[in-house]
């Protein structure tokens, strides 16, 4: 079978700042780590990374090699280490399977599958937890590789938020609300949700202010170690988005939560002022969403959350729902 590796044409990385000019799967560079030294570990793994490509062979080989391996309470090795590839054209692609280290002890992915020998799309999300080493591809030796088909909407969205912003606890990669959002309105996307350790940092606005993004969606109120920092932190990190994109679209979102008790209403009054602040000095492109309105409507909401915090697949699902339209909207603006 022929070889490539991600960093060879005409192979794409998605989702991977600016990964065309380093060739780096990190999702921080050392010198915002160096700034914000909590994400040493959380911003080198890539959630939301994706390796995309178009191939007319009927095997495809994906081989992962992982340089750190641990084991997560809430994810299993399928939901956390796990490659998910997908084939056709987006939105309708369709699932191929999934691959993962087969104990915890293994650092190594490989990943066997099937498809048409027709020349079509194919996109493998990466492991969400881990520290990635490599990633290779292998096809039919006479088979052919081809640039992937583009994003409808190229220019990315820029998620920004907690561990559930990451991907935290659906079973696979895939299942993630940010990933839905994408599959489905064929658009590409950053996930810069860091688990326990996005808390407004200014530093990281400065980073993310260096993207080129369509829309900015931030969610981080659970990572705020109280109220008083998130009215400390919420306003400011608006701010200093606002210095570099002053016209591009801005989502501020509220936990996902079954029912909001005085600490998620609290924070929830914090984040909404710094919309209504926003609206009131004129703003014309920022939006809100309630994170408790995720699960209203639905009267097993209390089947959406693994563990009260994070939402498992099915609340991913819901809150997709919510967040889609108007998302949609804002990129056919």
Known sequence: MKVYSINEKPIKVYGVPFFDETKKLVRVPDEVIEKVPSLDFHGRRVPGGRVCFRTDSENI????????????????????????????????SRF??????????????????KKDKIMEDVTVLLPRNEIIESVFVEIDDGATIEAPTPY?????????????????????????YTAIISRHLDTDYINLGFSGNAKG?????????????????????????????LWQTHEPFFKRIREKHPNTPVVMMTRPFAVYGEDECARREAVYATYKNAVDAGDKNVYFIDGETFFKDC????????????????????MAQKIEPLIKKLLEE
């Open 61 to 92: 080989v994906i081989k992962v090699k992982l340089n750190t391996l641990h084991v997560d309470i809430g994810m299993s090795l399928y939901a956390s280490q796990s490659v998910n590839v997908y084939v056709g054209e987006r939105p309708t």
């Open 201 to 229: 940092e200014l530093e990281v606005a400065d980073y993310i202010n260096t993207i080129d993004f369509s829309i900015f969606v931030y969610d981080y109120d659970h990572n705020s170690p109280s109220v008083e920092h």
């Open 96 to 113: 191929l399977g999934v691959a993962c280290p087969r104990d915890y002890e293994t650092k190594e992915i490989i990943g066997r599958y």
């Open 299 to 318: 009267d097993d909401r209390e089947m959406c959350f693994i563990d009260t915090i994070h939402p498992n697949d099915y609340g991913f699902h819901l």
């Open 152 to 176: 409808k909407y190229e220019k990315p969205i820029v998620f920004y938020g907690s561990s559930i912003t990451e991907g935290g606890i659906s079973c696979n990669m895939c299942n993630a």
